[in-house]
């Protein structure tokens, strides 16, 4: 810093209260400040400040994989709108563990983030600890509701679901229902959402049982029970509702071992996910889903933080958005 405002030719008083806010300091500074930066490619260290700051400008996140598409388009739209806030965001994996959960959010409290974004496994064993981290800075919680009353800004599973049921009913044989393993509250929750909407439809719900499992490899799980439920008399049901769209993935594999073709001909295996994950549109055939609306779970996740950074409350604290049904020809 004090390298780059001898270059300038300016105090680094006035470099740092450009650093903080542009604003603070004249326009021909900032355009001094701002062609020295690119002629230099000097960049701050944005954790050295943020640590020396009273006011912090980092906003940490918590997912559960790193290796998910879906999360990391999420966090990428997340953390393109913070910036434009004039925040940066920090990321850190759960890997599905409730032991890495804890110790990221540990590693949380002690970076002296403004606020958090957390999608949080929805065990007790870490609900206290969540808890505790509320009382440091301001969380707001994603995609997978916590196990106590807080900010959250999910997806309307439940309306999910049901758009996918009557649209299958109406279209053909009634779905089973590949059902997620118990991974975080979502799962029970699509289950639960499954069986309403067989009932509304006057079907008699099918589940392919769940084995107990904590694991985050949706596709092996979905591969493993979608060819045991293929193997054995699936009867009327030749259509299959996947719980999102990894277990789906897994499914297309064991239809094919199995010969079956999937899609909405005459003979062919009906399959569905939930989700509208980054990859759901390349397979074969192109993966019927419901889609969730990434922009706007991180455009509201945003906004609901940093009004409570600013130490205000939302009018809205808890928020579900719409999910849209996306036909394609696997069902």
């Known amino acids: 810093m004090q390298q780059l ?31 020295a930066v690119k002629e230099t490619g000097f960049r701050p260290n944005l954790f050295a400040s943020n640590l020396k700051r009273r006011k912090s400008r980092v906003i940490g996140i918590i997912i559960p994989s790193v290796t ?7 966090v990428s739209r997340i953390s393109t709108i913070a910036e ?8 850190l994996p759960s890997n599905g563990k409730l032991s890495v959960e804890a110790d990221a959010v540990a590693k949380l409290q002690s970076m002296n983030v403004a606020g958090a974004l957390i999608v949080p ?20 919680y994603l995609d997978s509701p916590p196990m106590h009353n807080a900010p959250f800004i999910g997806t309307d599973n439940q309306q999910g679901i049901t758009l996918l049921v009557d ?37 008699k719900p099918y589940i392919l049982t769940t084995d107990g499992g904590m694991d ?27 719980a999102n769209d990894r277990l789906a993935y897994g499914a297309f594999l064991a239809a094919w071992e199995a010969n079956i073709p999937v899609g909405i001909n005459d003979g062919a295996l009906r399959i569905a996910g939930h989700d509208d994950h980054p990859l759901a549109a390349y397979t074969c055939p192109p993966l019927t889903t419901a889609a969730q609306n990434y922009d706007r779970i991180a455009k509201t996740a945003i906004e609901t933080l940093l009004t409570y950074i600013g130490g205000k409350t939302p009018s809205v604290v808890k928020q579900l958005i719409p999910m849209q049904l996306v036909k394609r020809q696997s069902a």
């Open 167 to 203: 649209y299958l009913c109406q279209n053909g044989t009634p779905p089973a229902f590949l059902a997620m393993p118990e991974i975080n509250r979502n799962a029970s929750t699509r289950l639960q959402a499954y069986q309403t909407a067989m009932e509304k439809n006057k079907e």
């Open 216 to 242: 985050w490899q949706f596709e092996i799980y979905g591969h493993s029970q979608a060819a045991h439920w293929i193997s054995g008399n699936r009867s009327k049901y030749q259509a299959l509702l996947c």
């Open 68 to 74: 998910d598409p879906f999360y990391m388009q999420l």
């Open 121 to 140: 496994l929805g065990r007790n064993a870490v609900q206290s600890k969540l808890r505790q981290m509320e009382d440091s800075f301001p969380i707001v």
């Open 84 to 91: 434009i806030s004039g925040y940066f965001t920090f990321t």
């Open 5 to 35: 405002a001898d270059y300038i030719g300016l105090s680094r008083q006035t470099l740092s209260k450009y650093f903080n806010d542009p604003q603070q300091v004249s326009d021909n500074a900032r355009t001094l400040i701002q062609m």
